[in-house]
Structures are given as structure tokens and as C-alpha cells.
């Protein structure tokens, strides 16, 4: 077994069948991939719809995704209790929208009346289209899902995105449900988020296991009652924290056996 957590493996032996909550990008899927290939693609699409050359669409769009990252930077610096809930929701909308809008409006495109949809379809196209995820996924989730576990995705990202995401990969099918923006409705260091991710995949905290990178979007779960399980993978650096830590989603399995 990979990872330096087989010390840990007699506790979550004993769980048997549960439910499983996992990231995406980090955990699932490579960013670093995902981004690179992300603004191309984009790029294309709307060069493609309306003209303007891809050079200057690329140039363009690059600027607008740097407004969007401080963007949302500014969103996370919210306090709490306005990271969840429908303004939380409309919030992010908002932010999606605008990246949008600076694009077209800097290549002189007209400013579509559905501009959310317009965006929303846009990345859903984009992200179907590039495959991220990890050598060691499949093999992992097959292996999970014939142990009888449930799986499930859960993210900060929108539907657009994040399913998007998992049907360019080729494993949408593997997941018995998504928590993402429109289903989790807050971020995922909010209790809110948890409470709302396991009442949709009707499992108590005490039989469910979180899987991510970041050991701040494991603590509101732990502290309802799951387990967590870092999974920092080679030459990713990440903040441990209480959690075991693993290499590989690999290990996971092997650990849950």
C-alpha cells in the first residue's frame, strides 16, 4: 500500500460499507492539467462563436480569469455566515457571470440577454472536453465501488464545472451523487455544506468518510461526526493537519479493506 497511513487502517476498518465524499481537483483531478488545457479550449469556443482571432481571445480571456481569481479570493474572505445559503449561491453565479462579461465586452461582442446561462453553458462545454483526472482513479473507483462503498463528489464548484469535470474524465458514472454549488449551497469549510452533503446522500456523519486535500474543508465534517482522510499526492504541498494522510486515492481502498 502507498502513503503513510496504514497505521491508521484498523480504524477505518471498522466502518465497513460508507459513504464516500471526494474532491475533485486535487483528489480526483489534476488542476494544473484541467487549467492549462481550460483556457484554450475557452478561448476556442468563443473565437468560434464570435470571431476576433484565438490569439486575442486567449490574451483576452487569460486577463479576465485573473479578475476572476481575485474575485473570488474577495468572496472567501467573507465571514462565515454569508459563505452558504442562496446569497452564497448567487454570489458565485455573479462572479462567473462578470468573467464573462469583461471578456466579451473587451472584444467588443455584444453582451448576450441570457449572459448566466450563455457562461454556464460555455464552461460546460469547455471542461467536457479535457480529461484531468489522475492515472490511479479509475482502477481506485472500481475498486471502491465493488467494495460496496457509495461514492460521492464534493466540491466548491459549480455544476458547469465540476460534473463537467467528471464526464470529460470518463467517471461521472462511478458517483451515486454530487454536492457542488448548487447542491451544497455554501463552501466547504462551512458545517452548513456537510449537513446538507449528508442529508442528500442519506447517510449519518458516523458512516461517511471525507476525502480531500485541504485539511480545512475536513474539519466541519469531522466535527460532525465522518472521518477524514488527507490525500496530499507527489508534489503537491498542503497544510496537514489532524488527519491521516495518504499519496494516492489508491491507498484509500486499500485502507478501507
Known amino acids: 500500500m502507498t502513503g503513510v497511513a496504514i497505521l491508521f487502517a484498523p480504524r477505518f476498518l471498522r466502518i465497513g460499507v460508507a459513504a464516500i465524499f471526494l474532491d475533485l481537483y486535487g483528489v480526483l483531478v489534476d488542476s494544473v492539467v484541467v487549467e492549462t488545457l481550460y483556457n484554450e479550449r475557452m478561448a476556442a469556443i468563443l473565437e468560434r462563436r464570435f470571431g476576433g482571432g484565438l490569439d486575442r481571445w486567449l490574451r483576452t480571456w487569460m486577463e479576465s480569469y485573473e479578475r476572476y481569481q481575485a ?13 452558504e445559503g442562496d446569497a452564497w449561491v448567487e454570489a458565485v453565479y455573479e462572479l462567473n457571470a462578470d468573467q464573462m462579461r469583461y471578456a466579451l465586452q473587451h472584444m467588443g461582442c455584444e453582451i448576450p440577454a441570457d449572459l448566466h446561462d450563455f457562461a454556464e453553458a460555455a464552461e460546460a462545454e469547455t471542461v467536457r472536453g479535457i480529461d484531468g483526472t489522475y492515472p490511479d482513479v479509475r482502477p481506485a473507483l472500481t475498486a471502491l465501488q465493488d467494495d460496496g462503498h457509495r461514492l460521492f ?16 474524465g470518463g467517471i461521472r458514472g462511478f458517483f451515486d451523487g454530487l454536492l457542488m454549488l448548487e447542491t451544497g449551497r ?20 458516523e458512516e461517511a468518510i471525507v476525502v480531500d486535500d485541504q485539511a480545512r474543508f475536513l474539519r466541519p465534517a469531522h466535527e460532525l461526526g465522518a472521518r477524514g482522510v488527507q490525500l496530499i499526492r507527489a508534489g503537491l504541498r498542503r497544510a496537514t493537519g489532524e488527519f491521516p494522510v495518504l499519496d494516492s486515492l ?8
Open 186 to 205: 455554501a463552501k466547504k469549510d462551512r458545517p452548513y455544506y456537510w449537513r446538507r452533503a449528508f442529508e442528500h446522500a442519506r447517510s449519518r456523519p
Open 71 to 83: 474575485g473570488g479570493a474577495e468572496l472567501d474572505r467573507r465571514p462565515g455566515e454569508e459563505r
Open 153 to 168: 463528489l464534493s466540491t466548491n464548484a459549480n455544476r458547469a464545472n465540476a460534473e463537467s469535470a467528471l464526464v470529460g
Open 250 to 257: 489508491a491507498a484509500v481502498a486499500d485502507v478501507l479493506r
